[in-house]
């Protein structure tokens, strides 16, 4: 069982940053592709980027990608991602999920059914 819990939301002006933090719980982190969604008002959960289990890999949705940076630490049990030039479109809820299957794998998901954890999301908002 993985118990994950993200921080680092908040309210930004356009153009700022922001770095969100995922903690896991349990062994299963170091040995799993994680991955951050996000979820604007009135609109279904999409891919933002996902991450390999040694950081090998990385995946990023078009509309993020140059802005933010997915990364892990292994040894601390969390994922990041630092978001750069935010914009008011990336308001939205974020989480962070972690697959249960296919361990030591070398792919990066991207869809919401290739994961089995899910964090309780935290809140970005950018203001224009």
């Known amino acids: 069982q993985v118990q994950l819990v993200e921080s680092g939301g908040g309210l930004v002006q356009a153009g700022g940053s922001l770095r969100l933090s995922c903690a896991a719980s349990?062994?299963?982190?170091?040995?799993?592709?994680m991955g951050w969604f996000r979820q604007a008002p009135g609109k279904e959960r999409e891919f933002v980027a996902g991450i390999s289990w040694s950081g090998g890999r990385i995946s990023y949705t078009d509309s993020v990608k140059g802005r933010f940076t997915i990364s892990r630490d292994n040894a601390k049990n969390t994922v990041y991602l630092q978001m750069n030039s935010l914009k008011p479109e990336d308001t939205a809820v974020y989480y962070c999920?972690?697959?249960?299957?296919?361990?030591?794998?070398?792919?990066?998901?991207?869809?919401?059914?290739?994961?089995?954890?899910w964090g309780q999301g935290t809140q970005v908002t950018v203001s224009s």
């Open positions: 349990g062994r299963l982190f170091s040995s799993t592709a």
């Open positions: 999920a972690a697959r249960g299957r296919s361990l030591f794998g070398s792919y990066v998901y991207e869809k919401e059914n290739d994961y089995d954890y």
